[in-house]
């Protein structure tokens, strides 16, 4: 398995701009998660789904971030409009639904909003 | 208020020195994992403690879970350059969800 795929590797966009990030989990694994990491707060859990279904989003900022799941193997998240406080890099997360196991990361998509 | 707390934030010491990071929560916890992020990378898992007072050892790294499972530690002996990187220890709060600790970032010096 080519592990978890995250497209696109960066993204420059102008303040206002509707920005799409993208999520390939690796084959198998029930959980996906959405992170976002700053210097400055770390990494913070935006959104995770259970079998493609949304379980915990408290951790979305607002109302202009959402995520979905349409199949076992593919995700979105969307931020319309960007700001440049939205600026981070944005870490796409999966594993298996058994307790205590590895999360594995992709290499995130590191986005700037100008 | 982050639920886990990693201390210290920053650590830089020199090669051959020893170190301990921190990790604490006022919740208890079914397992605790530690991870480590190198640059432009993912967080890369080292290894899950399920059990209070566990003691696991990877190399030069030694991981304890507290005795209530509410904290653990990561003690690395001789650090050398290629241990530099960002600590992060991680936790199942409810259900399968993941939340991390503010991470240690450590440099070693040659």
């Known amino acids: 398995d080519a592990g978890v795929i995250q497209s696109p590797r960066h993204e420059v966009t102008e303040m206002g701009q509707e920005v799409t990030l993208r999520c390939k989990p690796i084959?198998?694994?029930?959980?996906l998660f959405w992170y976002r990491q700053t210097m400055m707060r770390g990494l913070e859990l935006l959104i995770y789904f259970n079998n493609n279904v949304p379980i915990d989003d408290s951790g979305m900022p607002e109302d202009r971030f959402s995520a979905k799941m349409p199949n076992a193997s593919f995700s979105t998240l969307k931020i319309q409009p960007s700001e440049p406080r939205d600026s981070a890099v944005y870490f796409c997360?999966?594993?298996?639904?058994?307790?205590?196991?590895?999360?594995?990361f992709g290499q995130g998509t590191r986005l700037t909003v100008v | 208020t982050q639920l886990l707390e990693q201390s210290p934030q920053f650590l830089s010491i020199q090669e051959g020195e020893n170190l301990t990071v921190y990790c604490n929560s006022s919740s208890v916890f079914s397992s605790l994992q530690w991870y480590r992020q190198e640059p432009g990378e993912g967080p890369v898992l080292l290894v899950t403690?399920?059990?209070?007072?566990e003691v696991k050892k990877l190399k030069r790294l030694t991981f304890q879970f507290g005795d209530a499972r509410k904290d653990s530690s990561l003690h690395i002996t001789a650090a050398q350059p290629g241990d530099t990187g960002l600590y992060l220890c991680a936790g199942d709060p409810a259900g399968n969800m993941l939340t991390f600790g503010g991470g240690t970032r450590l440099m070693v010096k040659p």
């Open positions: 997360a999966s594993r298996s639904a058994l307790r205590n196991t590895e999360a594995f």
């Open positions: 084959s198998g694994h029930n959980s």
């Open positions: 403690v399920v059990t209070g007072g």
